[in-house]
């Protein structure tokens, strides 16, 4: 039974299979998330937080896992993720300002 339904990016996935006994299925989830994780855990955490606290409206949690996972470079990379919204200049701007120090 669904209790809940979040988004998540890579590494609180990883950290969220701690609590899931071990499979094969965990460790090749575990492999992959490795693999593919740009950053550690506590910065994805910081990150996220800097994120929530520019109270963007359009930057809707399945946004923030992804800008996460993905780091984007520039605006290019970063209007990929916002597919179904778009930011003006200021709020790009200062979304990609913040991801620059976690990269």
Do not use: C, W
Request: proline share 2%.
């Amino acid at each position: 039974m669904i209790k809940e339904m979040t988004a998540l990016n890579m590494t609180e996935v990883k950290k969220a299979l701690g609590d899931v006994e071990e499979s094969e299925k965990k460790k090749q989830l575990e492999i992959f998330i490795k693999k593919f994780s740009k950053i550690p855990i506590k910065k994805s955490e910081e990150l996220k937080k800097e994120l929530q606290e520019l109270n963007l409206l359009k930057l809707k949690s399945e946004h923030l896992v992804k800008v996460i996972d993905v780091l984007p470079e520039d605006a290019s990379d970063l209007n990929k993720i916002f597919v179904d919204v778009s930011l003006d200049e200021d709020e790009t701007n200062k979304v990609l300002d913040i991801v620059k120090k976690y990269r």
